[in-house]
């Protein structure tokens, strides 16, 4: 019955914006297979989140709660300057389009380009006219064609290295923006799934996280502790809120 109120109330907000295909949909799919799984199997729930798809549609308001978030919780990843998004071909390992990649807020009767770097990168500042305007994020590529994603990085990693505290923030900024997206009923009911408001502070959390290349093997390190994380060819499985982890620890990615 749960899982079919959360249905229901994601399907509800879907149908509102047009987004059926957008991320809540793909965050019930994760919660539910993986809850039914846990019910089997007594074992950890995960959640597969595949990002923010569908730019052109997305509510500045919610992207401004992502910035809420990563200033509230800066104290997570202190060696970040900033939070950014970063951009992906979808499906992973498409091609990038034959024109470069163009983003804008669209508010009432004004626009506001953003500036997108070689690399898929946007700072997205803060707007209070887009905000009131209730403005969308559009882009120049087709729906369901890019992947958006917010980036947190300590300063003086290399690319196939991430910090642990890093992700966490990661995990903060994309559940405030889908429990903007989502609307009252259905974060109530994942909520209520997760027996937490705070999604990214259950103990027992999985989130996957995207990786920029094809994987080989993913290892979380600290000190002396060494343990190999399930991966995808694209993804990989990460216990975010594992207390026995600190925040210093580190991912890292060997890639193919």
Known sequence: MMFAAIDAALRRGAARRGLLGWVGMLVLAGLTASAGIARAADTAPSVEVKGMKNPELRSYRSVSAGLDAFERRHALAPGAAALRFRLLAAPRGAAPGPEPLALRIVGEGEAWPLAVDEEGLVTIPRNQQAYDDDAELVSNRKRGQ???????????????????????????????????????????????????????????????????????????????????????????????????????????????
């Open 146 to 256: 890019l992947i958006g994603l917010p980036e947190v990085r300590s300063a003086g990693l290399p690319q196939h290295v991430r910090r642990l505290g890093d992700l966490r923030l990661e995990c903060e900024v994309l559940t405030a923006v889908l429990k903007v997206e989502m609307g009252f009923l259905a974060r109530s009911a994942i909520s209520a799934l997760l027996k937490t408001t705070v999604w990214c502070g259950k103990p027992d959390f999985k989130l996957k996280f995207h990786a920029l290349a094809r994987l080989d093997a993913v290892s979380l390190v600290y000190q002396q502790r060494r343990v190999a994380l399930e991966h995808g060819e694209w993804d990989y499985l990460l216990p975010i809120s594992d207390p026995s982890w600190p925040d210093d620890a580190l991912v890292e990615l060997s890639f193919k």
